[in-house]
């Protein structure tokens, strides 16, 4: 049982006496372990318990065992009835002759004590439910506070005399011929079936501790501090918390995230910030990496500077940061200032990557097109590589991609990237080898295409050391010196710039709020909303020719 595991240890625990007053029953091992004398007021011992939490209490870095042990000492002897039994009797007369053994805190902050069998004997009366708010810092730091409740008390109980001690009578009501019983709660006892003389509602100051790492809605029971009732056990108080929000920091479980915002400087040639810590005269100074550059949305971690974890108060959560990157505001950069800006940060002359122009590629994936992996979370070693699909779609949504090392895996779209249009093949086309897996040592090795189509997807390729070889299409790569890639680079540009023949339109744009932006209708009559996609039929009603 909890009460004997709980003691079990101490010196002179008698376990082998039975009934009170024994020869040599120890009596003296609670008040030892909450170091005061046997004559020491309720007052004393009270500031005793007070003091032991501050170095024992787990939240505070005590050790759950020897807290376990003060904490059921405390229960016995700040309750009257309990440390007169143990006086008389030691432990074994509290546990047997007392008001349902000692209080059992040890669920109360959650390191699995087990509970004593609370079902037999009476029931218990109902709990007393409180609500109490904390802020982040309480959350963090834990703590012992006090909470103020009104709990009934009484001196006896007698059977009510209106009801009998049923809690409940049967009223019958004549309406006209027929008569109708309706049962009824006593109003007396509020269908409790006794009475209590000297029914008194007593203010107390419940002491408890704020569990670190609390979350938004955990309940704490603090065991036998409710309502004392003459005829039941003890009840219970439930205390259920309520988080505050921080100003600061939002909470994600234990780890803590905040947002901050960087003029382009400080994005640019680094930052220092300072926030205040939910220790308490404690600051972080967060700063830039040297020749880190953030990006707009670009997220930060800095590991365990977040929330204790609840019941495991050495561990504890990350902090995240996320950044907003603000830029001058238009109108206040000067002529000279600008100049100075292109000066330095042109796109010439330092690097620039823009990868959600890489998002607008509506090219397709077809078989037989270059791709290379990227995103991957289980594989992260192969992000990068460049493959061949294989087969396109070869389930819905995935491809089936051969990669340089001749290894064929399935990869779902949104992770490949597209490298090249799909080849069109013809003789005489320079090509390289790649992927092979039977032939490795000719991976890389260049040719000429000789013959198309020798087998189904396999080409002749004359190397350059004069062999002839059958190759699969998708293990061929276009090959390109390096002065017709510069060649063809220029020529993709040119295309994507006006040619003489093309009228350019001048255009300058207003900054608007999209989320207060009310769309042009579509037109009258068309009452869809997609207008992108229009399904059978729909040229709507209005334009229906009859
Ligand atoms: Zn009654």
Partial sequence: MFFEEMFGGMPGGGHSHHGMGGGDVDTEGLYKELEVGKNATDREIKKAWRKLCKTHHPDRGGDPEIFKKKEAAYGVLSDKEKRSLYDQGGLEAVQHGGVGGPANFADLFGFGGRRQARDTGPKKPAAIREHYTVTLEDVFRGGERTLPVTIKAADDVDVCSRCSGRGQYMETVRRGPMIMQTQRECPRCDGRGKSYSNERNVKKDLEFFIPAGVKNGDKITLHDEGHQLPDMPRGDVIVQFKVKKHAVFKRMGADLAMAKELTLVEALCGFEFLVKSLEEQQWFKIQSEKGQVVQHGDVIKIEEHGLPQKGERRSRGNLYVR???????????????????????????VKYEMPNQALNDTREIDSGIRVKLIGLGNRPDLNGTAGVVVEANHKPGAHAVQLETGQVVSVPEKM?????????????????????????????????????????????????????VSVLSHLLEPYESNAQKKKNKKKKADANKPKATDTVEELVGEIIDMDKEVHTAAGIGHNNEDDDEEGPGGEGVGCRQM
């Fill in 323 to 349: 950044f907003s990157v603000i830029l001058p505001q238009s109108g206040s950069l000067s002529a000279d200032a600008k100049k100075t800006i292109r000066q330095v940060l042109g796109a010439d002359k």
């Fill in 416 to 468: 490949l990237e597209i490298l090249g249009d799909p080849v069109e093949w013809r003789s005489g086309m320079r090509v390289k080898l790649t992927g092979l897996s039977n032939n490795k040592e000719l991976n890389g090795a260049l040719g000429r295409i000789m013959t198309m189509d020798v087998k189904p997807g396999a080409h002749a390729v004359k190397l350059d050391n004069g062999k002839v």
